[in-house]
């Protein structure tokens, strides 16, 4: 059989670059081992930057429902009359339209992304079949996949995609392992059913003292999360047994009876694939890095993964350059997971999960003094929220601008035809060329600029206009509250251009007319 993408793995990074393939018109075939997706909950916690994506996709709606969103959430420790901090996301609701993290177990997760991707009828899903090798090709890549029942076939693809976990066989077929290093510490996860009061404890729980840490939180109405550090010279599977969890259950949600539903032992890593391409070979998700828990960003950062190679496959099948349009995946989402993923999750595990009781103390000391002051705050929310990402100049990637590579200035718009919307949502499907332009300015005519850059698919000319210059055309874009204009900063005349994924591909001040279509071609890897 042929497919234009074929991915190795479905956990929720393959079915999020399913998803993302659908929204852009792409087919796929999906080629998971297991025979049927996972009944764990693993990672609950999806962030802002990633509920963005899923708004794009038109699924968020669906992940609200099925969730928690916590939008200004308390830590409590057992038996405290106040809480020890309280984080309000609501600073970040001129930036976000979702500013709030949704508490959701990773297997509906995987179960919504599935039923989306099934339901776009682009995507053949395939459990029970494991990809065992593959032959790259100059046309393509030959995958062999061995079925739970039958005899082995062949996948032809254009592209072959490995998200199939940190044991990778997608990885492995091309020599590379995830390098780093792994933390001297073993994590605790268990999942318990309640069926009683204590279901409506205030949560987030903490208990941090001495060299024990723990903490709890709440999955559904009556499922709670148990997490904590194994002391060493207990071994993993006396870590989990029901006798051995009930004194941590006790600890952070009171005496009681519970029904464990799950548990495992797991050590830390901080570990990253040397390459995440070769060719037609991509890797995406925990088969190109793993990192700590901490902060939540593993999984996530796994689906913006996703997001970002999405828009490039489906262009690069089209009739782009392929070569660009891969090559960028590479240069910026390792750049991005090295330099920012690995290094925020690294900060949050040395100096809460790995600190010694007196440090630990001290940094929820200082967390509690900078979420008090406004401008920090602000920027650790960002940071949390993985929304302050900026990809490097890379093969795509071109211009000035103090926007340039970073997710795009998000803001309430009005559309032509009086529609509200948001600055992304213009650029969720077809890329979107903003012509900035105020008052006293030469007016850019966006017809011409279209011309400019005639012969680029899935592009959108737009000229965004503060509320208080309204020139007349049917190209404007409204910023209403004028939050969009202050971000963005722009000098008269600039043009930017935001990509399917969010991110600024190409800005510039007063560009002539060869300079707007160079840049916006190469921003969207079009010959």
């Known amino acids: 059989m042929r497919t234009p993408v074929a991915i190795a793995g479905a956990g929720p990074v393959g079915l999020a670059l399913a998803c993302a393939l659908a929204h852009h018109g792409v087919g796929c075939t999906v080629l998971e081992e297991d025979e049927a997706l996972s009944r764990h909950s693993k990672a609950p916690g999806v962030l802002p930057r990633t509920l963005e994506i899923f708004r794009a996709w038109d699924v968020l709606d669906r992940f609200l429902d099925a969730g928690t969103l916590l939008t200004r959430p308390s830590v409590w420790s057992p038996g405290a009359r106040e809480p020890l901090v309280t984080i309000d996301f609501g600073p970040l609701a001129e930036l976000t339209a979702v500013p709030g993290v949704l508490i959701i177990p990773q297997n509906r997760t995987e179960a919504l992304l599935c039923d989306h991707a099934a339901a776009r009828g682009l995507a053949d899903l395939r459990f029970g079949h494991r990809v065992t090798g593959f032959e790259e090709r100059a046309d393509g890549v030959s995958v062999l996949v061995q079925p739970t029942t039958g005899a082995p076939y ?8 490995g998200c199939d976990g940190p044991h990778s066989t997608v990885r492995e077929g091309l020599g590379w392992r995830l390098e780093g290093r792994t933390y001297p510490t073993r994590l605790l996860l268990a999942d318990v059913r309640l069926g009683d009061a204590r279901n409506d404890l205030p949560w987030p729980r903490l208990f941090a003292e001495g ?11 009556d499922l709670w999360r148990i997490i904590g550090n194994v002391p060493a010279g207990v071994p993993d599977d006396a870590a989990i047994g029901e006798r051995e969890l009930a004194p941590r259950v006790e600890r952070m949600l009171g005496p009681g009876p519970f029904e464990l539903l799950w548990a495992d032992v797991f050590r830390i890593h901080r570990r990253t694939s040397a390459r995440f391409r070769r060719g037609r070979v991509l890797l995406a998700g925990d088969a190109a890095h793993i990192n700590s828990p901490a902060g939540g960003q593993g999984m996530n ?3 913006q993964d996703a ?4 828009w490039k496959l489906a262009r690069a099948l089209a009739g782009g350059a392929r070569e660009p349009l891969l090559a960028s995946y590479e240069e910026e989402r390792r750049a991005v997971i090295v330099g920012s993923v690995e290094r925020y999750t690294d900060l949050l595990t040395r100096a809460f999960l790995l600190a010694p009781p007196l440090l630990r103390r001290g940094t929820l000391a200082a967390a509690r003094l900078a979420i008090g002051q406004p401008l920090l705050r602000r920027r650790l929310l960002r940071r949390a929220a993985m929304l302050d990402h900026r990809y490097p100049p890379s093969s795509l990637i071109s211009g000035r601008g103090s926007l340039l590579g970073a997710r795009a200035a998000d803001g309430p718009v009005t559309l032509p035809d009086g529609r509200r919307a948001r600055l992304l949502d213009l650029a969720s499907r077809e890329a979107a060329l903003l012509l900035f332009q105020d008052q006293g ?16 698919p899935g592009l959108r000319v737009w000229r965004l206009v503060p509320a208080a210059s309204v020139p007349a055309g049917p190209a404007n874009v409204v910023d209403d509250t004028g939050g969009l204009w202050r971000r963005w900063r722009p000098a008269p005349g600039s043009a930017a251009l935001v990509r399917p994924d969010g991110h600024v591909g190409w800005a510039a001040e007063r560009p002539s007319a060869d300079a707007l279509g160079a840049g916006v071609r190469r921003a969207l890897g079009q010959p």
Do not use: D, K, T
């Not at 997001?307 to 999405?310: D, E, Q, S, V």
């Not at 300015?441 to 400019?452: C, R, Y």
């Open 154 to 161: 062949r996948v032809e693809c254009e592209v072959l995609v």
């Open 211 to 221: 060299e024990r840490f723990q903490g709890a939180f709440r999955l559904e109405p």
């Open 441 to 456: 300015l030469p007016a850019w005519n966006a017809a011409e600029v279209e011309g400019f850059v005639r012969g680029v």
């Open 307 to 310: 997001h970002n190679l999405g």
């Open 301 to 303: 950062s796994g689906i």
